[in-house]
């Protein structure tokens, strides 16, 4: 998935409890859910990052010489200035793009 693309806020929202549960019926249940998928896209994002990180890496031991690459800030700063993965999670569940299943029901 785009990360990207994503219409989540930056900043903090105020969510309605009962849309956040509607469709587990136990708000715990969803919180759950909402936190494992944000595990998931923080993963990707790190991932993600430090590949592109990768690119720029120099592989010398002079701890003396360090290169300010304007390059690289710019990759980091852009990454710092995507919503926070739990925001991606929260507005994906609402969305219906969450899939979940529990092996209690049927």
């Given at each position: 998935?785009?990360y990207k693309e994503t219409k989540a806020?930056?900043?903090?929202?105020?969510?309605?409890?009962?849309?956040?549960?509607?469709?587990?019926?136990?708000?715990?249940?969803?919180i759950s859910i909402i936190a494992k998928?944000?595990?998931?896209?923080?993963?990707?994002?790190?991932?993600?990052?430090?590949?592109?990180?990768?690119?720029?890496?120099?592989?010398?031991?002079?701890?003396?010489?360090?290169?300010?690459?304007?390059?690289?800030?710019?990759?980091?700063?852009?990454?710092?200035?995507l919503p926070k993965p739990h925001a991606?999670?929260?507005?994906?569940?609402?969305?219906?793009?969450?899939?979940?299943?529990?092996?209690?029901?049927?």
């Open positions: 998935m785009d806020p930056v900043s903090t929202v105020t969510y309605d409890k009962e849309a956040i549960e509607e469709a587990t019926d136990n708000i715990y249940e969803a998928r944000a595990t998931q896209i923080n993963s990707d994002l790190k991932k993600e990052l430090v590949d592109k990180l990768d690119e720029f890496a120099t592989y010398n031991d002079s701890l003396e010489e360090v290169f300010e690459n304007k390059e690289q800030i710019e990759v980091s700063k852009f990454y710092e200035r991606i999670a929260v507005e994906e569940w609402l969305d219906g793009g969450v899939y979940f299943r529990s092996p209690d029901r049927k």
